[in-house]
């Protein structure tokens, strides 16, 4: 199997990394750039690269489209012709299937929109997929054991899976950012930097695997004693908003989505 990888930043090259850390001598890997700098950095990866998408969809059974929004256009002038009878999975945040539909009108293009994260770098990723009514049911389980193999998937709506652009796609930054207060906040209490580190990451990895096994109110009251310090801390916590910042911020930017999706639409049918 050639899976063909047109703009390998770094989503794309994180799929690279994800795809050859399986050491599955079936998959192949080709991908493209724009730059000659990215081309050489991709190169180094040890996988065959190219400036020519037309020549990376003709040699590929699967494409996966990792490219910006605004970068979309340019690459659908150059493959729209030669998609006949390929995969194409698009991971371009907001375009919508029906936008890749009217790019390609030759019938027996199989078309996809997946919403990874950057965790397919580990097989870790959590991946919403959606497929466009004409693809077939062999494409289809094609597509999900592709992605499989770098994490989990679910099948969603597309509504679903650009709401999960804030989730899947941005949070892992929101992940970063809890670590980074939590590791701060370690060493203001005299924790020395590698075992705040250390514990920090273990916290997390252990709670995530914790709440796949214990439901999750069940699992804070496991931490909590009455007037112990935990409920002390989460007190404190609810008192600065720390839960409702986060809600809030998600649901405002899911506004800004939405009127990004519109706004695309217009511009682009
Ligand atoms: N990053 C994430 O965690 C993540 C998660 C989920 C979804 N996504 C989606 O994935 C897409 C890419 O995001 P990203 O963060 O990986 O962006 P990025 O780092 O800017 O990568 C875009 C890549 O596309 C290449 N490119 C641009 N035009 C091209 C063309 N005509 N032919 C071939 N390659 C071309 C660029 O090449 P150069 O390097 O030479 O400029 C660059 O390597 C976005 O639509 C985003 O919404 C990203």
């Not at 050489?40 to 996988?47: D, F, N, Q, T």
């Not at 914790?210 to 409920?231: A, H, N, W, Y």
């Not at 405002?252 to 511009?267: G, H």
């Amino acid at each position: 199997m050639r899976i063909g990888i047109i703009g390998a930043g770094k989503l794309g090259s994180a799929l690279i990394k994800g795809l050859l850390s399986r050491q599955d001598t079936s998959l192949r890997v080709i991908a493209s750039a724009r730059s000659t700098r990215s081309l050489e950095r991709i190169k180094s990866l040890g996988v065959e690269v190219t400036h020519d998408n037309k020549y990376l969809v003709s040699v590929s059974d699967i494409v996966i489209i990792c490219v910006k929004p605004s970068q979309v256009g340019e690459v659908a002038d150059e493959v729209s012709c030669c998609g006949k009878g390929k995969v194409i999975i698009s991971a371009v945040a907001l375009v919508p299937l029906k936008w890749w539909e009217v790019r390609f009108p030759a019938g027996d293009v199989k078309l996809f929109r997946v919403m990874p994260n950057i965790n397919v770098l580990v097989g870790e990723s959590f991946t919403a997929l959606t497929a466009h009514d004409g693809a077939d049911s062999f494409s289809r389980s094609l597509v999900e054991e592709l992605f499989k193999l770098l994490g989990s998937t679910a099948w969603v709506s597309e509504e679903v899976l650009d709401a999960l652009t804030l989730i899947s796609g941005c949070g892992p930054a929101i992940i970063a950012e809890i670590t980074d207060a939590l590791v701060l906040a370690s060493l203001a209490i005299g924790i020395p930097q590698e075992v705040a580190e250390e514990a920090v990451l273990k916290l997390i990895e252990g709670s995530a695997k914790s709440l796949q096994e214990v439901e999750l109110t069940k699992f804070r009251d496991m931490v909590i004693t009455p007037r112990g310090l935990t409920i002390r801390l989460l007190r404190r916590l609810y008192k600065e908003n720390f839960k409702s910042t986060l809600i809030e911020s998600i649901e405002s930017t899911y506004s800004v989505l939405a009127e990004s999706k519109i706004r695309m639409l217009k511009d682009m049918l």
